[in-house]
T-cell receptor, first 111, second 116 residues
C-alpha cells in the first residue's frame, strides 16, 4: 500500500540544538518529494523539491536530502522562529496529478 | 513572485447560506487546487483544475461546487454546509498538473470557514 509517514510527530528542541525530521515513503515510481513549512492558521510555505535519490538542497538552516526510501529535513542550530509544522508531500506514478501528504512534524524550538 | 491570494480570510456562515471562496494567481500556472484542512491534520485534496477543466474530484459532496472562470481565478461555491465542514480551505497552484519536474504547488494563505 502506498504510504507517506513522517516522524517524529512532535519535536522539541533547545535553540541551537540541531536535529532531523524524517519522511519515509513506500510508493511506486516517485516523481517528486516536496517539503513545506506551515505556521498555525496559515497556508503551507514551499521549502524544497527533491526528485531523485542522492539529491540535496539547502536554504539557510535547513537541508533536505532524499534516498530511495526516505527524505530527511536537517535543521542546523535552530532558532525559535523555526517553530512550525513541517509537511512532506509525494507525487508518484499512481497518484499523478496530486500530492499525498504525510501527517507532519510539529517542531518547537525553545530559546 | 509565487503569490496565491485568497479571499475572504475568515468566513462565518449559517447552514442555509450561500457563499463563495475566491482564489487568484498571476504566475501563469495552469493547474489549480482546492484543499480542506482540519486542525492538526494535513491538507486533504478536494478538486483539481487542469487547463481550466475539472480533472480531479475527490468524491466531494455536492454542497461544494468549484468553478474556474479563467486561468487565473478559482472559486469554491458553498451551499447548505454542515458544521463539520468548518475548516481552513486552501487554494494552491502549480505550473502544470503535478507529475513533472517543475510542478511544485504554491499555496495561498487560506480561508478560515466556520459553519454555525
Amino acid at each position: 500500500e502506498d504510504q507517506v509517514t513522517q516522524s517524529p510527530e512532535a519535536l522539541r528542541l533547545q535553540e541551537g540544538e540541531s536535529s532531523s525530521l524524517n519522511c519515509s515513503y513506500t510508493v511506486s515510481g516517485l516523481r517528486g518529494l516536496f517539503w513545506y513549512r506551515q505556521d498555525p492558521g496559515k497556508g503551507p510555505e514551499f521549502l524544497f523539491t527533491l526528485y531523485s535519490a542522492g539529491e540535496e538542497k539547502e536554504k539557510e538552516r535547513l537541508k533536505a536530502t532524499l534516498t530511495k526510501k526516505e527524505s530527511f529535513l536537517h535543521i542546523t542550530a535552530p532558532k525559535p522562529e523555526d517553530s512550525a509544522t513541517y509537511l512532506c508531500a509525494v507525487v508518484y506514478n499512481t497518484n499523478a496529478g496530486k500530492s499525498t501528504f504525510g501527517d507532519g512534524t510539529t517542531l518547537t524550538v525553545k530559546p | 513572485d509565487t503569490e496565491v491570494t485568497q479571499t475572504p480570510k475568515h468566513l462565518v456562515m449559517g447552514m442555509t447560506n450561500k457563499k463563495s471562496l475566491k482564489c487568484e494567481q498571476h504566475m501563469g500556472h495552469r493547474a489549480m487546487y482546492w484543499y480542506k484542512q482540519k486542525a492538526k491534520k494535513p491538507p486533504e485534496l478536494m478538486f483539481v483544475y487542469s487547463y481550466e477543466k475539472l480533472s480531479i474530484n475527490e468524491s466531494v459532496p455536492s454542497r461544494f461546487s468549484p468553478e474556474c472562470p479563467n486561468s487565473s481565478l478559482l472559486n469554491l461555491h458553498l451551499h447548505a454546509l454542515q458544521p463539520e465542514d468548518s475548516a481552513l480551505y486552501l487554494c494552491a497552484s502549480s505550473q502544470r498538473p503535478q507529475g513533472g519536474a517543475t510542478d511544485t504547488q504554491y499555496f495561498g494563505p487560506g480561508t478560515r470557514l466556520t459553519v454555525l
